[in-house]
């Protein structure tokens, strides 16, 4: 975890043509995988339309710096906005990024797809290694805990997704609810879009020139309607989306009060995206009518967003909970070789002792012999159990490198003749790639094929 | 013998599962609340049942007397929320129903009453099985009603927040407006059903010479229609009955023939629900008071 890095840009450091140049994918995103991977050893880019983020594994500072130049190959001037982080930085800045806290819609859920989009690349290009596999994991379930326990991702967070809580609300599910567009405009079209993701499957498209309405009914595979239709048309529909152009309002308090009694009090729900307005006001008053503006639905996003906001230190601290767990997890791993060192070499002693001594006592039963060696485990255990516990607890509780944990381990190994298997074992957890040492002592023997990865 | 042996678990389960409906209510992001409040819910209900079986055993069954009804009523209400709330999770609806069939609870249970069977011991065979299921309607299309009325006050407070135009609560799924008024719609259906059978053979047993207790008031002067309707109308709980059924009776007729819904179908079924409720205090009173003399 401390060889981990991060190299990247976003939303908040680079204006959008450096991160449109960066944007990578498909083919190329596997080449790129594969000469990063090549500089240093593991690879995964992250490109989305927001951000575009290399991470690896890397000792070398040489190798840093051609990953940048490797990055801003395609677009130099992207140097000046790209941010290094390095070790816990790049696992907390990961996390954050999963968990949609560094988003510029703060709590959207596109980020952790992506995320794992950008995972499964890295895995189909071979770029994954020790680190990154069980890092990446680690990540998602820091992005589901922060989704689960907080409310950061609940409330709509667009236009258009208030648009759907409402219909939602006033129908619940929309299948069956036929929704009309007056008027063919891109944001009419968005809102739609985002309707029929939530199941609203007829859409009567008007609009003043004719040609357009059939183009974005098409589009949405819904039907075409001329203009004189309107009211005909508003005592089918159950959501209105209103989007002309038009300078003096399209729906009139009168037209609606008509509506109203043909529809018998079905509900209706309008929503006016267009400025100036295309639905009077006081239709607002209309029992079973729900009107919203564009100022209305804004304000529930901005409500939206400062809940969002104040969920986020909520899941500022599941980050950092998640950190302190990885990093304890981390430092338990690092004494483990030690700890396995310690103790092969007390059994091997003890087992030398034993075949010394067991030629001398004559002829013994089976029974007899297994008694021995028996005595010979139980006191090792029992003399290793203290400072073993010590050394354990010593990791899991402290932090930094000048940690009593350290000490601990240190002390261990001046203690004890460990010095050559655990520099052997050392440049292994440095070393992931690096095949297993070769046994040559009893306690190299019992560590070597238990080693565990960096992150274990 | 007037209080069951689970009457105060019952009543301490239906506690916790309110308090955790309450919470739910002020604090509409967690969730854990209203699925805590289920289990305490279920085994109040449960400890309910067996409180009734152990009262019909002695003689008490929701026939016997108001408070024995209104004892019932009170677990019709608590059973109906699992049922109404399985699909979406409306711990509104929760912390309306649950102090309503606790206060109910605490009712049949602290008010001394005579008991019609102590009094005047069991009334003839098919008089008993007709009062038995004249209450036992009655009581069912009041807990039917009690139903559309917590509905009716959920989509009341929904359609607040729409029109204002306030910020969207939080949480999981929420019934729809459509929903609510649909759930709405078909209590009271039912509740009507139930409510027409407990008309029709509550008017039937007090027009059966056997039914009336001696010194209640006797029956009509004459088989005439006049005198029958004179002698029915006098009699408070009767009247209220009628009244509550005329209510429920147009607001069905005005959802099926000028399409009533919404608001003012929801304001409607408040009134009836304030009717329904005042049945069963006038019963309750005459009870407490005795037989008429």
């Avoid at chain 1, 790049?90 to 950008?118: N, T, W, Y």
């Avoid at chain 1, 012999?369 to 005595?375: A, H, T, V």
């Avoid at chain 2, 299921?133 to 009041?142: E, M, N, Q, V, Y």
Wanted: aromatic residues 6%; proline residues 6%.
């Amino acid at each position: 975890m401390s060889n981990l890095f991060v190299i990247g840009l976003s939303h908040r450091t680079a204006p959008i043509e450096i991160r449109e140049a960066l944007s990578i994918d498909g083919e190329a995103l596997q080449r790129q995988l594969k000469q990063a991977a090549a500089l240093c050893g593991e690879a995964l880019v992250l490109s989305t339309c927001n951000r575009y983020e290399l991470y690896g594994r890397v000792s070398d500072e040489r190798a840093l710096v051609e990953i940048e130049a490797l990055i801003a190959s395609k677009r130099p001037d992207a140097r000046e906005h790209l941010y290094r982080h390095r070790g816990d930085a790049a696992v907390r800045h990961l996390f954050r990024v999963a968990a949609s806290l560094d988003s510029m819609v703060l709590g959207e859920p596109q980020i952790l797809g992506q995320v794992k989009q950008a995972f499964q690349a890295a895995q189909q290009a071979g770029t994954v290694g020790p680190v990154l596999s069980a890092l990446l994991p680690r990540a998602f379930q820091v992005a589901k805990r922060v989704r689960t326990d907080t409310a950061i991702g609940q409330s709509a967070s667009s236009v258009a997704s208030v648009a759907v809580g409402l219909a939602g609300q006033v129908f619940g599910k929309l299948a069956g609810h036929p929704v009309l567009l007056v008027g063919a405009g891109k944001m009419a079209e968005l809102c739609a879009r985002h309707l029929r993701e939530a199941s609203a499957d007829q859409f009567l498209v008007v609009n003043r020139t004719q040609k357009r309405a059939e183009e974005l009914a098409g589009r949405l595979h819904g039907t075409a309607h001329d203009f004189s239709e309107l009211e005909s048309l508003l005592g089918r529909a159950a959501v209105v989306l209103c989007s002309t152009g038009a300078r003096e309002p399209v729906l009139r308090l009168e037209m609606l009060q008509r509506v109203m009694k043909a529809r018998r009090g079905r509900w209706l729900l309008l929503i006016d995206i267009a400025v100036p307005r295309d639905i009077e006001p006081a239709i607002s008053e209309l029992e079973n009518v729900y009107l919203y503006d564009i100022d209305a639905l804004q304000a529930v996003v901005t409500d939206n967003l400062s809940e969002r906001q104040r969920e986020a230190s909520a899941a500022e601290k599941i980050v950092e909970s998640e950190l302190v767990r990885l990093q304890a997890r981390q430092r338990e791993g690092d004494v483990v070789p030690v700890i396995r060192a310690l103790r092969a070499y007390a059994q091997g002693v003890a087992q030398a002792e034993v075949a010394r001594v067991l030629p001398r006592l004559g002829p013994l039963g089976e029974r007899e012999r297994r008694l021995i060696e028996g005595l010979a485990d139980g006191v090792v255990n029992k003399l290793l159990h203290g400072p073993l516990t010590a050394v354990k607890r010593g990791a899991a509780e402290a932090g930094g490198g000048s940690s009593a944990a350290l000490d601990l381990t240190e002390a261990v190994r001046r203690l004890w003749p460990l010095d050559s298997a655990g520099a052997e074992l050392d440049s292994a957890e440095d070393n992931d790639d690096a095949p297993a040492p070769t046994p040559t002592r009893p306690a190299e023997a019992a560590a070597a094929p238990q080693k565990r990865g960096p992150l274990s | 013998m007037s209080t069951p042996p689970l009457f105060p678990l019952t009543l301490a389960l239906y506690a916790v599962a309110c308090t955790l409906y309450f919470v739910a209510v002020a604090q509409p992001a967690l969730g854990w609340p209203s699925r805590a409040a289920r289990p305490a819910l279920v085994l109040g209900f449960l400890t309910q049942a067996a409180d009734i079986a152990w009262l019909c055993l002695h003689g008490q069954h929701p026939g016997a007397s108001a408070r024995e009804a209104i004892f019932f009523l009170a677990w019709l209400l608590a059973g109906a929320l699992p049922l109404v709330t399985f699909r979406y999770p409306t711990p509104l609806l929760g912390a309306l129903l649950l102090p309503l069939a606790m206060v109910l609870d605490i009712v049949a249970r602290v008010v001394p009453v005579h008991e019609l069977h102590s009094l005047r011991g069991p009334p003839p065979g098919h008089s008993f099985a007709l009062l038995s299921a004249h209450i036992f309607s009655a009581t069912l299309g009041t807990a039917l009603f009690g139903v559309a009325a917590a509905a009716s006050v959920v989509y009341l407070l929904a359609e607040r927040r729409l029109k204002r135009k306030l910020l969207v609560p939080k949480g999981g799924a929420r019934p729809s407006l459509e929903t609510l008024d649909a759930w709405n719609r078909q209590s009271i259906a039912f509740g009507f059903l139930a409510f027409t059978v407990a008309v029709i053979t509550g008017t039937w047993w007090l027009l059966l010479p056997g039914s009336r207790s001696p010194g209640a008031g006797g029956g009509p002067a004459s088989t005439g229609l006049a005198d029958v309707v004179l002698f029915l109308f006098s009699k408070a709980q009767y009247s209220l009955s009628i009244a509550t059924w005329l209510l429920y009776a147009a607001l069905l007729v005005a959802r099926l023939v000028a399409g009533l819904r919404g608001r003012r179908a929801a304001a409607v079924t408040l009134s009836g629900f304030l009717a329904a409720l005042s049945v069963l205090v006038a019963y309750l009173l005459r009870d407490v008071r005795g037989p008429l003399p």
